[in-house]
């Protein structure tokens, strides 16, 4: 509990305390610092793969030493107890409990014993597919992760990979199968540094680095009477995974129990995986070493420096992909600005100079100067059409909707192109969900670029995303009604529920479908059923009654968007497009525009997530820039392809505007689905999932 308060604490400071860092990040915010030969507790979290995605606590293990339940001393915390998370740790499926290893500030342990876990045979099974998916554990020592340490191919920068793999494989020279060898010891290696201020007058040490370095020791090596191996530097063989052959010419191993011996199978069984393991136990020696080593080249609030190193060597091609993302924004800004500044303005500006001369409207119609679309002849009937339902409006409109009515192209919709879509009732609130979604994810990436939400805010980013999203709901109804009312919607009241229940219903059953899958793996990935209860709670005590609120402020308050030119009583008819105006083709290539502007940065999201071991995507400064890139490119593709299909005399164009702007979707949902048969090697159904 007390970590857990600590934890929280630190959360609201961070969202109080806002201010931008050197390295895009801010690593922590409370200081914690140790006396000599203070106890300091070791968390351990839970076990992960790239290859499975899924997620199970430590001590579910079937072959890790149970916690005993001791009172730690000095920590306040019990071994084996579970540490209150945050929403966003549950949600990615943290599970944080106290562990029996005993860590005290600058003391050394060679070696520890810690225990003889006995397993059965479907513990061995489960235990090689652990192995076999290269599992990796994640420890905790003072919120820093467990790390293996790595050094670079020039050997002139170290860095870490977050966790340390729970076992290996080998192939048999002589039969080619695969073996299976677990890490039964464990060297600790705990850097630090003298604190600052008064605290380091007092002889006290922060923490700068927590690194685990694995070792398999087979049973066959020497023991002493407490269980360590006599000699851990030069030991012989590891400790594979599977029961011994029970050969009686053989010299009797020796133990450190007496009661240990390795359950005796046949050899030709056992070495092939497939077959029948006969019922039997065995029993694993766990040991681990700790070293305390000062490390005065590391500061404090640089100590996560060492889990970025590694993706550093990226910043040039980051830079190189906001030129190329400048590149065709400013292309596309050109185009938006040569039909906004020519056409539309020119075209009225000799409109009303002509009114300025003659006192009247021509009765010929005449084409202005400017950039025109082109326009294609019509059928008499479409025309006709057209010009009686304009003829029915000139009598009660202004003089500039009648200029706008001489024309081509798409000054021959002025009369339709505000016409009420189909399904106008679905369009508003899709889009009222789509402003709550681009204020959510728009809050996450600049929290993230001035340091707020960092590593060392386990959990923070799914936390803040959460409460974002649920609070953005007044954004959501207000929007969606105005859109709704825009639409000549009369029951405001209706569409706030559909907004606060359509898309958010359709992400929890989804969720929630998808959580019966992991929840029948055990995974620790599956969220509990009162998180799932907390999650309903927010969602229709809390973002309900805001979407409704909103809703009632944008219907009555701010009212509807006033357009700028009347509806015609008869609608036109649509005249035969071309193809790459057509609904799906527009879609694809419009969308392709702002895909390119994002790919290279969607390339390292995907890298940092997916398949880096450092497990954190940090440059969220190039982030931000490049998702304000993407914002624009998107605004300005939409503009210009509901020009060019206005230019076609098409003007259904709500339901379209809306679908462009998500086309790029489509490509970034294409390239998940090549990055992951192509870059990843998941298996399993529910690792797909």
Same mark, same amino acid.
């Given at each position: 509990?007390?970590?857990?308060?600590?934890?929280?604490?630190?959360?609201?400071?961070?969202?109080?305390?806002?201010?931008?860092?050197?390295?895009?990040?801010?690593?922590?915010?409370?200081?914690?610092?140790?006396?000599?030969?203070?106890?300091?507790?070791?968390?351990?979290?839970?076990?992960?793969?790239?290859?499975?995605?899924?997620?199970?606590?430590?001590?579910?293990?079937?072959?890790?030493?149970?916690?005993?339940?001791?009172?730690?001393?000095?920590?306040?915390?019990?071994?084996?107890?579970?540490?209150?998370?945050?929403?966003?740790?549950?949600?990615?499926?943290?599970?944080?409990?106290?562990?029996?290893?005993?860590?005290?500030?600058?003391?050394?342990?060679?070696?520890?014993?810690?225990?003889?876990?006995?397993?059965?045979?479907?513990?061995?099974?489960?235990?090689?597919?652990?192995?076999?998916?290269?599992?990796?554990?994640?420890?905790?020592?003072?919120?820093?992760?467990?790390?293996?340490?790595?050094?670079?191919?020039?050997?002139?920068?170290?860095?870490?990979?977050?966790?340390?793999?729970?076992?290996?494989?080998?192939?048999?020279?002589?039969?080619?199968?695969?073996?299976?060898?677990?890490?039964?010891?464990?060297?600790?290696?705990?850097?630090?540094?003298?604190?600052?201020?008064?605290?380091?007058?007092?002889?006290?040490?922060?923490?700068?680095?927590?690194?685990?370095?694995?070792?398999?020791?087979?049973?066959?090596?020497?023991?002493?009477?407490?269980?360590?191996?006599?000699?851990?530097?030069?030991?012989?063989?590891?400790?594979?995974?599977?029961?011994?052959?029970?050969?009686?010419?053989?010299?009797?191993?020796?133990?450190?129990?007496?009661?240990?011996?390795?359950?005796?199978?046949?050899?030709?069984?056992?070495?092939?995986?497939?077959?029948?393991?006969?019922?039997?136990?065995?029993?694993?020696?766990?040991?681990?070493?700790?070293?305390?080593?000062?490390?005065?080249?590391?500061?404090?609030?640089?100590?996560?420096?060492?889990?970025?190193?590694?993706?550093?060597?990226?910043?040039?091609?980051?830079?190189?992909?906001?030129?190329?993302?400048?590149?065709?924004?400013?292309?596309?800004?050109?185009?938006?600005?040569?039909?906004?500044?020519?056409?539309?303005?020119?075209?009225?500006?000799?409109?009303?100079?002509?009114?300025?001369?003659?006192?009247?409207?021509?009765?010929?119609?005449?084409?202005?100067?400017?950039?025109?679309?082109?326009?294609?002849?019509?059928?008499?009937?479409?025309?006709?059409?057209?010009?009686?339902?304009?003829?029915?409006?000139?009598?009660?409109?202004?003089?500039?909707?009648?200029?706008?009515?001489?024309?081509?192209?798409?000054?021959?919709?002025?009369?339709?192109?505000?016409?009420?879509?189909?399904?106008?009732?679905?369009?508003?609130?899709?889009?009222?969900?789509?402003?709550?979604?681009?204020?959510?994810?728009?809050?996450?990436?600049?929290?993230?670029?001035?340091?707020?939400?960092?590593?060392?805010?386990?959990?923070?980013?799914?936390?803040?995303?959460?409460?974002?999203?649920?609070?953005?709901?007044?954004?959501?109804?207000?929007?969606?009604?105005?859109?709704?009312?825009?639409?000549?919607?009369?029951?405001?009241?209706?569409?706030?529920?559909?907004?606060? $229940? @359509?898309?958010?219903?359709?992400? !929890?059953?989804?969720? *929630?479908?998808?959580? =019966? /899958? #992991?929840?029948?793996?055990?995974?620790?990935?599956?969220?509990?059923?009162?998180?799932?209860?907390?999650?309903?709670?927010?969602?229709?005590?809390?973002?309900?009654?805001?979407?409704?609120?909103?809703?009632?402020?944008?219907?009555?308050?701010?009212?509807?968007?006033?357009?700028?030119?009347?509806?015609?009583?008869?609608?036109?008819?649509?005249?035969?497009?071309?193809?790459?105006?057509?609904?799906?083709?527009?879609? $694809? @290539?419009?969308?392709?525009?702002? !895909?390119?502007?994002? *790919?290279?940065?969607? =390339? /390292? #999201?995907?890298?940092?997530?997916?398949?880096?071991?450092?497990?954190?995507?940090?440059?969220?400064?190039?982030?931000?820039?490049?998702?304000?890139?993407?914002?624009?490119?998107?605004?300005?593709?939409?503009?210009?392809?509901?020009?060019?299909?206005?230019?076609?005399?098409?003007?259904?164009?709500?339901?379209?505007?809306?679908?462009?702007?998500?086309?790029?979707?489509?490509?970034?949902?294409?390239?998940?689905?090549?990055?992951?048969?192509?870059?990843?090697?998941?298996?399993?159904?529910?690792?797909?999932?």
């Amino acid at each position: 509990m007390v970590w857990g308060s600590r934890n929280g604490l630190v959360g609201i400071l961070s969202l109080a305390l806002v201010c931008p860092a050197d390295a895009f990040y801010i690593p922590g915010w409370s200081i914690k610092s140790y006396r000599p030969e203070q106890q300091i507790p070791l968390m351990v979290n839970k076990v992960y793969s790239d290859n499975t995605q899924l997620q199970y606590a430590y001590y579910d293990l079937p072959f890790v030493c149970p916690p005993t339940g001791q009172h730690k001393a000095g920590t306040g915390l019990l071994s084996g107890q579970s540490i209150s998370l945050n929403l966003g740790e549950v949600l990615r499926g943290d599970r944080i409990m106290a562990s029996d290893i005993e860590l005290a500030m600058t003391k050394d342990k060679p070696c520890t014993f810690l225990c003889n876990k006995e397993m059965s045979t479907s513990d061995l099974r489960r235990t090689r597919e652990l192995v076999r998916d290269g599992y990796v554990a994640e420890w905790i020592v003072d919120n820093l992760p467990g790390a293996t340490s790595f050094v670079t191919v020039d050997k002139t920068k170290k860095y870490y990979a977050a966790g340390f793999k729970l076992g290996y494989t080998e192939v048999s020279p002589s039969t080619g199968k695969e073996r299976y060898y677990l890490h039964n010891h464990h060297t600790i290696v705990i850097r630090y540094r003298s604190a600052a201020g008064r605290s380091g007058e007092r002889g006290e040490k922060v923490i700068v680095g927590f690194e685990v370095y694995p070792k398999s020791i087979g049973s066959g090596n020497r023991r002493d009477s407490q269980g360590c191996p006599i000699d851990l530097q030069n030991t012989s063989g590891a400790f594979e995974l599977r029961f011994a052959a029970n050969k009686t010419s053989d010299p009797a191993p020796r133990y450190a129990d007496p009661s240990y011996r390795p359950t005796s199978l046949d050899e030709d069984e056992d070495e092939d995986e497939d077959d029948d393991v006969a019922e039997g136990a065995m029993k694993i020696p766990f040991t681990y070493s700790v070293y305390f080593r000062e490390d005065s080249s590391i500061e404090w609030a640089r100590r996560w420096d060492l889990y970025f190193v590694n993706q550093e060597e990226g910043s040039r091609i980051h830079w190189l992909a906001i030129v190329n993302s400048l590149i065709i924004c400013g292309l596309l800004t050109g185009i938006v600005m040569v039909i906004l500044a020519k056409t539309i303005r020119s075209d009225i500006k000799g409109y009303r100079e002509s009114l300025a001369e003659d006192g009247k409207l021509r009765s010929k119609r005449k084409r202005p100067s400017g950039i025109r679309c082109s326009t294609k002849e019509k059928k008499p009937g479409l025309l006709d059409q057209g010009d009686d339902a304009n003829d029915a409006d000139i009598s009660s409109s202004s003089s500039d909707e009648e200029a706008l009515e001489d024309g081509s192209g798409w000054k021959l919709l002025h009369a339709d192109v505000f016409r009420t879509p189909r399904f106008g009732g679905l369009l508003a609130p899709l889009a009222g969900s789509g402003m709550q979604l681009m204020f959510m994810a728009a809050g996450l990436v600049l929290l993230s670029a001035l340091g707020v939400l960092n590593p060392s805010f386990r959990g923070g980013f799914i936390s803040v995303g959460v409460g974002l999203f649920v609070f953005a709901g007044v954004l959501s109804g207000y929007f969606s009604a105005r859109v709704f009312k825009s639409f000549d919607g009369k029951d405001y009241k209706a569409n706030a529920l559909i907004t606060a $229940l @359509l898309f958010p219903g359709l992400t !929890f059953g989804l969720v *929630f479908v998808l959580n =019966l /899958f #992991v929840w029948a793996q055990a995974s620790s990935t599956a969220i509990p059923f009162g998180t799932l209860l907390a999650m309903t709670f927010l969602w229709l005590c809390v973002q309900v009654p805001l979407v409704l609120a909103g809703s009632y402020y944008g219907f009555n308050k701010a009212g509807a968007w006033e357009h700028p030119t009347r509806t015609a009583a008869i609608a036109r008819q649509v005249p035969r497009q071309a193809w790459y105006v057509k609904s799906i083709q527009s879609i $694809l @290539l419009a969308g392709l525009i702002p !895909f390119a502007v994002i *790919f290279i940065e969607l =390339l /390292f #999201v995907f890298q940092s997530v997916w398949q880096d071991k450092s497990g954190y995507y940090y440059v969220f400064g190039f982030l931000t820039v490049v998702s304000a890139i993407m914002a624009a490119t998107v605004a300005e593709v939409t503009v210009v392809t509901i020009y060019i299909q206005l230019c076609s005399e098409n003007y259904h164009w709500w339901w379209q505007s809306f679908f462009v702007g998500g086309g790029s979707a489509l490509w970034v949902f294409g390239y998940s689905i090549w990055y992951y048969f192509f870059k990843l090697h998941i298996t399993g159904f529910v690792g797909i999932d």
